[in-house]
C-alpha cells in the first residue's frame, strides 16, 4: 500500500534546493501578483474578480512543489515565516484591534467556531463508515497502522494543531507509516478547503445579501478602522518603518524567550496540561504575541498603524502565505486515494454542517469561515482567511485559533473515542 520511500525520492528529486533561492522565487511571484492585482488592465480586472489574489499568493508555490521544483517538505521555510514573522505579524495586526467592536459581533462567531469543532469530532467516525461500506478491511483492524488510529492525529490538527496531532499520536498510538500518510490527508485536504474559503471570501457580500445576514457589526468595525486610518494616515518615514519593526521583531524575540521559559515548566510539573497545548512552545508564542499586541492597542503604539503597521505585518503574513502552499503536493493524493477519500467527505461533513448552522442562525459568511478555518487551520492560517475579508477582521482569525488550541486534545481524543468504536 506504501510506495519505497527511496524510490520516490529519487523518482522526485527537487530542481531547487537553496531556500535563498525559493525565497527570491517567493518574492517574485507574490509581487508579480500584487502588481497584476493592482493593473487597471481589463484582463487583471476580470481575472482578480474570479480568483482573489490571496489564493493565488497560497497556490502558485504549490505548483513548484507539485511538479518538483522545490521540494516544500525539506526548506526551512516554513519554519522561519511560522517561528519568525508569524508572531511579528500577529502583534503588528493587533496593535490597531477594537477590542469593544469585536465583542459587538456577537455570539454566532463562538456558536460557528464549536459547530466546526463538532463537524470534525462526528464527520471522521461518519466518513470511516461510509468507505468502510465499500472497503471493509478499513475496519476490524486493531494493530498500529490501523486507519482509525491515523485519523485521530488528522482530528488533533484540524481542531487543533500539530502539538495536538502529535498527542494523538502518541495516545492511539499510530503507526509511523499511517501517521506519515494522514500527514499528507491533513495538510493537502485543509488546504483545499481554504482555498474554497478563499474563493467564497471574495463573494462574501452577494452570499450575504442571499441569506439574509446581519453584517452590521462587521461593517462597524470595518468603518472604525478605516476612520482611524484617515485619521492617522501618513506617509510613513524610516524611523517609522524602523519602530515597526523594531516593535514587532522585538516582540517576537521576548515571545521566544517566554516560551522557552514557560514551556519547559509545564512539561515538568504538569504534565497533564499538554492536552490543552501547554507543552508547546508554538502555542505560547502565539499567546504572547498576540497578548501584548491586544495590550499595546491600549497604548500610543497603536498610532504606528497609521504609519503602516498592518501594512508591514500583512506582508509578513503573505510570505508566510507562500510557505504554507509549497508544502502542499497535489500528486499525493494519487500515492493513497482511499485516504483522501475518507479525508474529503470528513471535510465535506464539517463544512455542510458548518453552512447549515450559518443559514439557520443568519451569520454572514465571515463567521463560517473562520470559525472553520480557526479549528482547522489554527494560528498559521485562521488571520490568512480573515484578511481575505477585510484586514482589520485578522485579530478576529487569531484570538479563535487561540481557542482551538486550547480545546484540540480533548475533542480529537473524543473523536478518537468515536472512530474505535465505528472500528
Known sequence: MFADPTVADAAHAPLLTNDATILGI?????????????????????????????????????????????????SNLYYVASRYLLPACL?????SIDIKAIKRLGSKAIILFFTGTVGIVIGG?????????????????????????????????WIGGSANQAAMKEIYGAGDAIFSTMVTVDVIVANLWMAVLLIMSGRAASIDKKSGADVSAINEL?????????????????????IIVAVGLGVTGFAHLFADIVTPYFVENHPSLGKFSFHSKFFWMVIFASTVGIILSFTKVRNLEGAGASKVGSAFLYV???????????????DTPLYFV?????????ASLML????????????????????VGGAASAPIVASAFHPSLAPVGVLLAVLGYTLGTYMAWLCG????AVA
Open 222 to 242: 470595518k468603518e472604525k478602522v478605516e476612520q482611524f486610518h484617515a485619521k492617522h494616515s501618513r506617509i510613513p518615514s524610516l524611523a517609522d518603518l524602523m
Open 417 to 420: 473515542q468515536f472512530l474505535q
Open 26 to 74: 517567493f518574492a517574485l511571484m507574490l509581487g508579480w501578483v500584487f502588481y497584476t492585482s493592482n493593473s487597471q488592465s481589463p484582463f487583471w480586472k476580470k481575472f482578480y474578480g474570479v480568483v482573489p489574489a490571496v489564493l493565488l499568493c497560497y497556490f502558485l508555490p504549490s505548483l513548484l512543489n507539485t511538479f518538483d521544483i522545490i521540494r516544500g517538505e525539506d
Open 356 to 375: 447549515l448552522v450559518a443559514k439557520l442562525i443568519k451569520a454572514p459568511l465571515f463567521y463560517m469561515a473562520i470559525g472553520s478555518q480557526a479549528n
Open 320 to 334: 508566510l502565505i507562500a510557505t504554507i502552499g509549497m508544502k502542499m503536493d497535489v500528486r499525493m493524493i494519487m
Open 125 to 157: 467516525p461518519i466518513a470511516l463508515l461510509i468507505v468502510s461500506a465499500v472497503v471493509p478491511e478499513l475496519i476490524g483492524v486493531s494493530g498500529p497502522e490501523a486507519a482509525w488510529r491515523g485519523m485521530t492525529t488528522v482530528a488533533g490538527s
Open 342 to 350: 475518507i479525508g474529503a467527505i470528513w471535510m465535506i461533513i464539517h
Open 91 to 95: 502583534v503588528l495586526l493587533t496593535i
